[in-house]
């Protein structure tokens, strides 16, 4: 027996370095030279998220299925005063759930929050003025992006299942008038999937691309299971009194095949 969970220990820590350098890698790709210090897959991780001010992550080996990473805003006084630090600082916290990748959902909100940011050429481990500070508490909430204008991003939790970062127009999502009244289905689990796979039906009646848009994103920003989920599989059909013909379209969200399948039962 004692072999038998040291042998799933070890393959916990593998799997769990494997997806440390998948996030990694993502943050390369996403953040160039706003990666900063040539981290490795053990962390530390510093992102440049505003002038002056740098995010920093560190976590411990079982991070991120089931180990807790911690945020630490580092910048001078006049950058970022205490109280700010500690209110943002705990909006991280919430947004993090076990077995979830964190780095870019934290990054984007500290960016989105602090008015985007970059440029921190000047940063220095050293200077006067840095301090740490951390809050504990946690939910989930995977919103970032900017409130009031621009554009809203979602960022999924975990990189491995292909799911795609997804933009929307800030303006669409805040609009009243393209709100939609969204239906709910009870989970059901679906045959030939694994025993943990559950599914769960949501329903809109829209007739615009505003109305698609907006109901994807409040189900993304505002419903917990559904930001975690592995997948998000979207199909819609609208008939286009403009254009005098139907629109449709669907998305499998990595999960190959599925859209389709989705697109189907609309015709």
């Known amino acids: 027996a004692t072999s038998f969970a040291n042998g799933n220990m070890a393959d916990d820590d593998d799997d769990n370095a494997e997806r440390r350098a998948e996030e990694l890698d993502a943050l390369h790709s996403f953040y160039g030279e706003d990666l900063l210090d040539d981290p490795t897959t053990d962390g530390p ?3 440049c998220v505003a002038p002056r001010t740098v995010l920093e992550i560190q976590f411990p080996s079982a991070y991120p299925s089931s180990g807790t990473p911690t945020p ?3 910048a001078p006084q006049w950058a970022l005063d205490q109280g700010r630090k500690s209110d943002l600082l705990a909006e991280l916290n919430e947004m993090h759930v076990p077995d979830m990748e964190v ?3 934290w990054a984007e909100h500290c960016r ?3 008015d985007d940011g970059g440029n921190c050429d000047d940063y220095s ?3 006067e003025g840095l301090d740490v500070d951390n809050q504990t508490g946690r939910t ?3 919103v970032n992006g900017d409130k009031e204008g621009g554009t809203r991003t979602f960022v999924p939790p975990a990189s491995k ?3 795609p970062i997804r933009h929307f127009d800030a303006s669409v999502v805040l609009e009243e008038a393209n709100r939609r009244p969204i239906h709910r289905g009870q989970p059901f689990h679906p045959p030939k999937s694994g025993p943990s796979e559950l599914m769960l039906a949501h329903v809109a009646n829209v007739t615009s691309m505003d109305h698609v848009d907006w109901v994807v994103a409040e189900l993304l920003f505002n419903d917990k299971k559904v930001a975690k989920a592995t997948h998000n599989m979207i199909a819609y059909r609208f008939y286009d009194p403009e254009r005098e013909c139907m629109v449709s379209d669907n998305d499998d969200d ?3 095949g599925s859209g389709a399948k989705l697109a189907a039962l609309l015709e």
């Open 103 to 105: 780095a870019i959902v």
């Open 161 to 163: 299942f292909g799911q």
């Open 125 to 127: 481990h050293d200077e």
């Open 72 to 74: 630490f805003l580092r």
């Open 254 to 256: 990595g999960e190959k």
């Open 140 to 142: 989930q909430q995977d």
């Open 112 to 114: 989105a929050e602090l």
């Open 45 to 47: 991780w510093r992102i």
